[in-house]
């Protein structure tokens, strides 16, 4: 965090002390009352440099008793600590551990009592997908998201005589516009996916396609769709359009010597404290649903369906999605916070204001969710035979059907 950024956060923490100490509602810890709260949470650590220091600066009087889970990674020992330590709230924890929790029954139902106005005020796409998880019910609040965005260097574009895309960019134009970049110092395009496979999947996604059906046991990657996405990679592919999707190298949009960058929160983050001499933009990521995104919940936060102390529950995630703790939580961790109230979503001007009105892409998380479920080495041989396609070794069509067959085999063989 940066030297302007933490003087932001200690501004809003001195107004969280001073203007806003003495609004208090019903819905508000009581300044005479004591409370305490169990606490299951990756680190105490965690949870007092995230949240606990920030409330207590203006509530004294809220303790909290942490259980830490940075070492709880199966369903037994969750369910054992659990029974054994019986926690109030749940916080920042995997989401595969809070899948778990809510199978099991153990995580209170929230939409009744979180409260018409603290609904109100989740962004639409989280509250979205946290009902479709919930079977229309809301068992988690993800405090945070994360989403990816394209950004673009204008100055590039004025500089190679290259007209500026808008919102209604398409994948094939984006790559079309990538590949005019070709015989230039720049670099037309870079991705942060890690693999052939990943890229491809992901820009499915974007498109609205699963290769997994709904009871993950069946895989179908050789269709028309399918295929004019490997064949819009492919050129891009022959001629060194794509960058090394292996590499971990600082991503070089950030020196200026980029187009297109896919980056996400952390990175507009990395970019605008760099104060850049170049001018940049930020759009959506082409997709076939235009009002939709994909979203990656982050800081998780549900309560026990055990806890005797549910209202005080209540009372700290409705502070938590306060606007001034979502400010706090922008400013100090780079997420995106789930809160309408944050300043991204209230500042117009914000290059990444246009997030706070999109819709959850739905299928994304399925196919996520699905693809937790298929053997490690789909991934690998996924890969493999994609390079194989880019390396004219095999074609198109013959090497999806590889995969879709392989993927089958290693599924009936589960």
């Known amino acids: 965090m940066n030297a302007f950024k933490a003087m932001l956060v200690i501004l809003l923490c001195s107004m969280i002390v001073s203007g806003c100490a003495n609004k208090e509602d019903e819905s508000s810890f009581e300044k005479d009352k004591h409370y305490k709260l169990k606490v299951m949470a990756p680190t105490s650590d965690f949870f007092f440099e995230a949240y606990g220091t920030y409330i207590n600066m203006e509530f004294p009087n809220v303790k909290f008793e942490i259980i830490p889970a940075r070492d709880i990674y199966d369903k ?14 749940y916080i920042g924890m995997h989401s595969y551990l809070m899948d778990i929790l809510q199978e099991e029954q153990k ?24 009902e479709y998880l919930g079977d229309g019910e809301i068992y988690t609040i993800p405090l945070s998201f994360g989403s990816n965005v394209l950004f673009l260097n204008k100055d590039l574009f004025i500089k190679q005589g290259i007209s500026f895309p808008d919102e209604s960019l398409s994948w094939q134009e984006l790559f079309q ?26 820009i499915g996604l974007t498109e609205g396609l699963t290769y997994l059906n709904r009871a993950v046991n069946k895989v179908t990657l050789n269709t028309d769709s399918w ?18 999707l292996n ?14 960058a896919v980056g996400n929160s952390y990175f507009y983050d ?54 001034k703790m979502s400010n706090i939580q922008y400013h100090s961790s780079s997420l995106l916070s789930s809160s309408l109230l944050n300043e991204v979503n209230t500042n117009p ?31 690998s041989y996924f890969d493999e035979t994609l390079l194989k396609i880019m390396n004219n070794e095999v074609d198109v069509q013959s090497g999806l059907q590889s995969i879709e067959d392989f993927g089958n085999t290693r599924l009936q063989a589960k």
């Open 177 to 202: 516009l990538a590949r005019r970049f070709s015989g230039s110092e720049t670099e037309g395009l870079y991705t942060n996916s890690y693999s052939l496979g990943s890229l491809v999947t992901w």
């Open 349 to 379: 001007a914000h290059p990444l204001h246009f997030i706070y009105s999109k819709d959850a892409n739905i299928s994304a998380l399925e196919q996520q969710k699905r693809s937790f479920y298929m053997p490690t080495e789909f991934q």
């Open 107 to 130: 995580l209170l139902p929230l939409k009744n009592r979180l409260g018409k106005e603290t609904l109100e005020s989740l962004h639409p796409g989280v509250k979205q997908q946290q």
């Open 247 to 260: 590499a971990n190298d600082e991503n070089p949009f950030l020196e200026g010597n980029v187009a297109m």
């Open 76 to 89: 037994e020992k969750l369910l054992q600590t659990v029974s054994a330590e019986q926690p109030d709230l």
């Open 227 to 244: 295929r004019k996405i490997v064949e819009l990679i492919k050129p891009m592919y022959e001629e060194g359009l794509l960058n090394d």
């Open 270 to 323: 990395q970019l605008d404290e760099r104060n850049t001499d170049f001018e940049w933009h930020v759009l959506p990521i082409p997709g076939k649903d235009r009002s939709a995104m994909e979203i990656d919940p982050e800081r998780l936060v549900g309560i026990s369906s055990s806890s005797q102390q549910d209202k005080e529950a209540i009372k700290f995630i409705r502070y938590l999605m306060s606007g």
